[in-house]
């Protein structure tokens, strides 16, 4: 609940600060402009001009808070009080208006109404949008997951093929090994055999002769 506060709190005071840029620039051009009459101030361009005066006055509180300016501060409250106390009074002369008419007062209802359902579904929308991103960039995490676990299982088969290759290797080079020793020892064997029987041979002859 209080995450969810927060966050509407913070939707509003984003929607707040862009409507108070928006006035800003309206005020600038209608400076600006000659000869146009400006439009009828409505409810929301009275609190908009409220809270301008309002950071005005807070601004200059900071600005000047450090030099000692306190003349000019109170200068600068007095003055926005003052635009706030003006807005006020048209704002209670534009009711009193509205008042008596019913139908203007109807429409205007209609109007923020319509401005009120606008506002609703871009915000709804705006949400939708960050919860499809995050899912979005939670199914690209989940996908590098996977591609990484393919990658590191990939390598793990081959790293155990390339073992099984070298021990067939070291296995066959082991076993050749072990034929040319066989090799080795049986013609050691039969050189012996034959020197033996030779040996026999000579021992034999000599025998002979000497009879």
């Given at each position: 609940m209080a995450?969810?506060a927060?966050?509407?709190?913070?939707?509003?005071r984003?929607?707040?600060g862009?409507?108070?840029?928006?006035?800003?620039?309206k005020?600038?051009?209608e400076?600006?402009?000659s000869?146009i009459t400006?439009?009828?101030?409505?409810?929301l361009d009275?609190?908009l001009?409220?809270?301008?005066?309002?950071?005005e006055?807070a601004?200059?509180?900071?600005?000047?808070a450090?030099?000692g300016?306190?003349?000019?501060?109170?200068?600068?409250?007095a003055k926005?009080?003052?635009?706030?106390?003006?807005a006020?009074?048209?704002l209670?002369?534009t009711?009193?208006r509205?008042?008596?008419c019913?139908s203007?007062?109807?429409?205007?209802?209609?109007k923020r109404?319509?401005?009120?359902d606008?506002m609703?579904?871009?915000?709804?929308?705006a949400e939708?949008?960050?919860?499809l991103?995050?899912e979005?960039?939670?199914?690209?995490?989940?996908?590098?997951?996977f591609?990484k676990?393919?990658?590191?299982v990939?390598y793990q088969?081959?790293?155990?093929i390339q073992?099984?290759q070298t021990?067939?290797?070291?296995?066959m080079?082991q076993?050749q090994?072990?034929?040319?020793?066989?090799?080795m020892n049986?013609?050691?064997?039969?050189i012996?055999?034959?020197?033996?029987?030779s040996?026999?041979l000579?021992?034999?002859l000599?025998?002979?002769?000497?009879k």
């Amino acid at each position: 609940m209080a995450s969810g506060a927060t966050k509407s709190s913070k939707s509003v005071r984003d929607h707040v600060g862009i409507l108070v840029n928006r006035h800003k620039k309206k005020l600038r051009d209608e400076e600006k402009a000659s000869g146009i009459t400006p439009d009828e101030p409505s409810e929301l361009d009275l609190a908009l001009d409220t809270i301008i005066a309002l950071e005005e006055s807070a601004d200059a509180e900071v600005h000047d808070a450090d030099s000692g300016k306190k003349e000019k501060i109170e200068s600068d409250r007095a003055k926005a009080e003052g635009i706030r106390l003006k807005a006020m009074e048209k704002l209670s002369e534009t009711r009193k208006r509205e008042s008596t008419c019913a139908s203007e007062e109807d429409n205007s209802k209609n109007k923020r109404r319509r401005g009120s359902d606008a506002m609703l579904y871009l915000s709804q929308r705006a949400e939708i949008n960050y919860e499809l991103k995050r899912e979005e960039i939670d199914v690209r995490k989940q996908q590098q997951e996977f591609e990484k676990k393919q990658m590191e299982v990939s390598y793990q088969q081959q790293i155990h093929i390339q073992q099984q290759q070298t021990e067939m290797l070291r296995m066959m080079h082991q076993q050749q090994q072990q034929s040319q020793q066989q090799l080795m020892n049986s013609q050691m064997l039969m050189i012996q055999q034959q020197e033996q029987q030779s040996k026999a041979l000579m021992t034999l002859l000599e025998k002979v002769i000497n009879k």
